[in-house]
């Protein structure tokens, strides 16, 4: 392409005259400064010029077109490449971030079991330390029971209650303030109290050894007879407290409280 379009712009060149003709001769050039200069020639020198230049930017057209249709698949490889590594790096990047959630969950759980465990191992040893403690009073009390029970039967004297007196008992002494404080332990009200307490001084006067030689009653509630007591203690015969609980079972199953039994007594002499 390069070769045909120079040789037309030599063609072109070629055809144009060199000198001016005026009336079938040359025309004179007039002096400049010394040299003659022909100004059509000037001309024609401006406009070779111009053509060459022209002719240059064509070829140079030609070659930049052909860079560019040579180079444009390059460039649409390399960004595709370029395209391709984003999307690697972002499938990298998401497979990454499902790891880091998978690891995030597994530990969430881990962790969570072991507040379960440990949740459980506490409340097991709460437990066995609760079932210890029930065991350790209960086995205080007993053995603070047998003391009472064996000083009171080297002495002859009643075996000593050693059970918690609530405040509103404080006025009362020995067997009564005992009285008091196991009534309100079996559920009856404070209000009560009055009654049992005429109760049990009309049918023994609080003591524990009374005695029914003609009926055979025993003790603070007068049971006929005095083994009855035995469902609440082997120590019936010298445990007050023993008596008074096994009296008000007997009021609670016939008369309910002891206001009703005391009613039944003042009615008939008896309950």
């Known amino acids: ?13 070629a055809a144009r005259p060199t000198a001016v003709m005026v009336a079938g001769r040359a ?19 401006v406009r070779s010029a111009s053509v060459g230049l022209l002719v240059a930017g064509l070829i140079g057209g030609v070659y930049l077109g052909k860079d560019r249709v040579v180079q444009a698949p390059q460039h649409h490889s390399e ?20 790891q880091h959630a998978a690891a995030r969950a597994y530990q969430r759980a881990a962790e969570s079991d072991a507040a379960a465990k440990a949740a459980t191992e506490a409340r097991t040893a ?3 330390a609760h079932e210890l403690e029930t065991k350790a009073i209960a086995a205080k009390k007993a053995a ?6 064996k000083k009171a039967e080297e002495s002859g004297g009643p075996v000593e209650y050693n059970g918690p007196i609530p405040t509103s008992c404080n006025e009362y002494t020995g067997s009564r303030k005992t009285g008091c404080a196991l009534m309100l332990d079996a559920g009856f009200g404070i209000d009560q109290f009055p009654c049992l307490d005429k109760l049990f001084k009309r049918e023994s006067g609080w003591n524990y050894r009374a005695s029914n030689s003609s009926s055979g009653a025993y003790g603070i509630p007068q049971a ?6 035995a469902k609440f203690g082997d120590d019936w015969k010298t445990n007050p407290a023993t008596q008074i609980k096994w009296g008000l079972d007997y009021i ?5 409280t002891p206001c009703g039994a005391w009613s039944h007594s003042e009615s008939t002499g008896w309950y």
């Open 79 to 98: 960004a595709s490449n370029v395209v391709q590594v984003d999307v690697d790096d972002m499938q990298l990047l998401k497979q990454r971030q499902g």
């Open 126 to 128: 709460a437990g066995k």
């Open 224 to 229: 006929l007879p005095g083994s009855k007591m």
């Open 27 to 45: 025309a004179s050039l007039p002096p400049t400064k010394g040299y003659f200069v022909s100004r059509p020639w000037s001309r024609v020198g």
């Open 252 to 256: 609670e199953g016939r008369y309910n």
């Open 144 to 149: 603070a029971d047998a003391a009472a029970k």
């Open 1 to 13: 392409m390069q070769t045909g379009v120079s040789a037309r712009v030599v063609a072109v060149l």
